[in-house]
């Protein structure tokens, strides 16, 4: 124990010392008008710090969840616009023969769904007298 009297905020983390400025028993008043306002103003003391640190986490989650948001409309709004092509292609689907058919599917194999839905489009520009 020190013979000393308390010299310093008791608040841990902020130094602030008696004599730099106003005091409220041994907290410095900048502590002692957060603690009893709830308004935080820059200091070093644990709580101004832990709260200076949750509200930059909190706006950069924001950024982050903006990010991701716009992201998820665009990726939405790409399937919307494959979901309109896909009914397209089904009412198209329809109107080729059993050969033509055969003939798009069998491109599904070696170059994926895209390829057929190109096959439907050439057939039917075939059909229509190209
Ligand atoms: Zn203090």
Redesign the pocket.
């Known amino acids: 124990m020190s013979d000393f009297p308390i010299m310093?905020?008791?608040?841990k983390g902020?130094?602030?010392h008696k004599g730099e400025g106003q005091f409220v028993n041994d907290?410095?008043?900048?502590?002692?008008r957060m603690l009893t306002e709830g308004v935080v103003t820059p200091?070093d003391?644990w709580f101004a710090t832990e709260i200076t640190i949750a509200i930059e986490r909190t706006k950069k989650a924001e950024v982050e969840l903006a990010a991701c948001s716009a992201a998820f409309d665009k990726q939405q709004e790409q399937l919307d616009r494959n979901a309109d092509l896909l009914a397209e292609k089904k009412k198209q689907w329809v109107d080729l023969t059993d050969k033509d058919r055969e003939e798009c599917l069998a491109k599904h194999e070696k170059f994926g769904w895209w390829s057929v839905i190109d096959a439907i489009e050439e057939k039917l520009w075939e059909k229509n007298g190209g």
Do not use: G
């Not at 310093?8 to 608040?11: G, S, W």
């Not at 907290?27 to 002692?32: A, G, R």
């Open positions: 310093k905020c008791i608040v902020c130094d602030n907290i410095c008043s900048p502590c002692h200091s003391n």
